[in-house]
């Protein structure tokens, strides 16, 4: 008798290919980008933050730019509109509260519109997880996800990416996936709710970075341990500080905790960062916040001043990053839609 045993194959179904984004100009998320992608964007947010302020506002003379905002924004629609115009686009705010959307238009018809009017890209913020996807497949224009409710803010991703990269390799020019080994960043705070946390954890381990998040059991739940490779959870705030070259402290996002009760005297105690812990703990850590801080609350006044931090530096590289990322949306189809 034939021992042989043979073993049937069975055949995984094919998980299907994603079709988003449809436009190669969109970035949806920071999985959109290879690595390679991702050090083009880098390089030509350098170039155009050095160019000639006269030359640089031909290069999108007259093209046209929707910023389509449900949420309230500060750092992010003032960046990519003066992203847009510092390379000569027009642009059009809509804001959900001065417009048909308070009427009750939906986002797919308020999308057909624009592209009506002209908007050859829209800039999207959306309190709902997803927005982008939708309004990239309804439109087919490139679509800029700028924060989409608990998912993802991928151009936060890449001028944190900027900021750490400028503090921690300086003159790195392209990232691979070495650029940041021997790096830890830490997380701090509301994880749960926070796209920013999601667009970093998603990119950062990439290129060789470690991420730890931290926070209590209500705004990092057990289950983010299994996040991805690179990535784990440190309960304790010291412990996480201790081991980290940046500090990436998060808001609570109140508009998002649907009922949830925070003990906000309890939650100072183990996850402020104050100076006492920055010197005991991360005395050259690098303090990032995406904005808007919460004085007294996440962070001392004395800590968002301090010498350690970069907060400003990363409004800042919002506007080169941005510039980076509309003129991508513009000609990426010319250029063959490279990611
Ligand atoms: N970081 C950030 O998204 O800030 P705004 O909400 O002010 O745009």
Redesign the pocket.
């Known amino acids: 008798m034939n021992s042989t045993i043979v073993r049937r194959k069975h055949a995984t179904p094919p998980v299907p290919a994603s079709p988003f984004p449809y436009n190669p100009g969109s970035l949806l998320s920071v999985m959109d980008l290879s690595l390679e992608g991702v050090s083009r964007l880098l390089a030509r947010a350098t170039e155009l933050d050095q160019m000639d302020p006269l030359v640089r506002n031909r290069i999108l003379a007259k093209r046209k730019v929707a910023l389509l905002f449900y949420?309230?924004?500060?750092?992010?629609?003032?960046?990519f509109e003066l992203a847009a115009k510092a390379l000569g686009a027009d642009t059009a705010l809509i804001s959900s509260l001065s417009s048909s959307i308070e009427k009750g238009e939906t986002l797919k018809d308020t999308g057909l519109t624009l592209r009506s009017l002209g908007a050859e890209a829209i800039i999207l913020?959306h309190n709902a997880s997803g927005a982008a996807w939708l309004l990239e497949r309804e439109t087919r224009l490139p679509v800029l996800n700028?924060?989409d409710g608990m998912h993802e803010?991928p151009t936060?991703g890449l001028l944190d990416l900027r900021t750490i990269l400028a503090h921690l390799r300086p003159g790195i020019a392209t990232v691979d996936a070495e650029t940041l080994k021997g790096v830890t960043v830490a997380i701090v705070g509301d994880i749960l709710h926070s796209r920013?946390a999601r667009s970093n954890l998603l990119l950062l381990p990439r290129l060789g970075a470690q991420v730890v998040l931290c926070g209590p059991k209500e705004l990092l739940p057990d289950l983010a341990a299994e996040a991805g490779p690179g990535v784990t959870v440190e309960r304790d705030f010291e412990t996480a500080l201790g081991q980290s070259q940046v500090a990436m402290m998060l808001r609570i996002q109140a508009e998002r905790l649907a009922g949830m009760q925070i003990d906000l005297g309890g939650y100072t105690a183990s996850y402020q960062l104050t100076s006492a812990r920055l010197a005991k703990f991360a005395p050259k850590a690098v303090v990032l916040h995406?904005?808007?801080i919460i004085r007294g609350l996440e962070l001392t006044a004395e800590v968002a001043d301090g010498p350690q931090s970069a907060i400003l530096e990363?409004v800042k590289n919002?506007v080169a990053i941005r510039m980076a990322v509309v003129e991508r949306a513009l000609t990426a189809a010319e250029q063959g839609g490279r990611a």
């Open positions: 949420e309230s924004s500060t750092r992010t629609r003032t960046s913020r700028a924060g803010h936060q920013v995406p904005g808007p990363q919002g």
